[in-house]
Nanobody, 126 residues
């Protein structure tokens, strides 16, 4: 069975950094997309950064470009989300998810992702 384990959330001051990890297991190949999504209280879940695990191509939402960086370790089967210059509006529960590769490269369209890990809370204080 496919399993995703997210970790690394916490409380940080504005301007600080955190690194989230998503440990993936149960895949029969490495040609899939893994994405980080977040959901703030009262808001819809939104894709943040997504990557194709095989070739490393990435997609970042405009709200995090230049601040967040997604990467993957093919040996450890872990996808990371390095979050820098954090803002209070980044506060949310962050989820990692996996799904089939996008036709034209990685994407962050949530309904296309089949497998979801548990969330990890990120809180940015002002």
């Amino acid at each position: 069975d496919v399993q995703l384990q997210a970790s690394g959330g916490g409380l940080v001051q504005a301007g600080g950094s955190l690194r989230l990890s998503c440990a993936a297991s149960g895949f029969t190949s490495d040609n899939y997309d893994i994405g980080w999504f977040r959901q703030a209280p009262g808001k819809e879940r939104k894709g943040v950064s997504c990557i194709n695990f095989n070739d490393g191509n990435k997609y970042d939402d405009a709200s995090v470009k230049g601040r967040f960086a997604i990467s993957r370790d093919k040996v450890k089967n872990i996808v990371y989300l390095q979050m820098n210059s954090l803002k209070p509006e980044d506060t949310a529960v962050y989820y990692c998810a996996a799904g089939p590769p996008g036709t034209w490269g990685p994407h962050c369209y949530g309904p296309a992702y089949k497998y979801w890990g548990q969330g990890t809370q990120v809180t940015v204080s002002s």
